[in-house]
């Protein structure tokens, strides 16, 4: 081996061994107001994964934290959207289910599949006023990182992105 080839190695290594994983960050970028409203005020957002018997997929044993941050997100995205109605006599609650939430154990391109099962409750009756299961991936290629570890946590990131973005399209499609 040329000096120059153990070099180039030696600089590689120690460069992509400075990368640290982004963090989980959720926050879904680029939403929208909504050009339409729905007659209801959103009371409260609740994020949990579902019980064994009501998962789709694999669910993260050490995802502890990924429930909160996952509302965060989703009450950040429905605030900027302004979907709901704050002067509605109709209060809701939206609660979701992780039913899935499977981040890639490796390969070049880092795939997460993620489910999730959405629930719009009118406080007083009881009454369901949406309910839609959303599944969604995450997919980062090799050029976004060459440690595997960065991309494997964008993947999870853009997953659960795409999941609210999502929710948010099919809530704007079902206002009238």
Known sequence: MSFRVLLAVLLATLLTGCVSAPPLNFSVQGVEPSKRKLDADLRAVSVSY????EQTGNVPSDGEGVPLLWERALSEAVNKSSVFDDESAKKV?????IRELDPPAGGFTMVTDTSASYLLVNRKTGETILEET???????????????VVRAKESINRAVQNNIREFLSRLEVSAR
């Open 50 to 53: 579902a019980v064994p018997s």
């Open 93 to 97: 609650n939206l609660f979701v289910k």
């Open 134 to 148: 959303i599944t969604t991936q995450g997919s980062v290629p090799p050029g976004y990182a060459f440690v595997g």
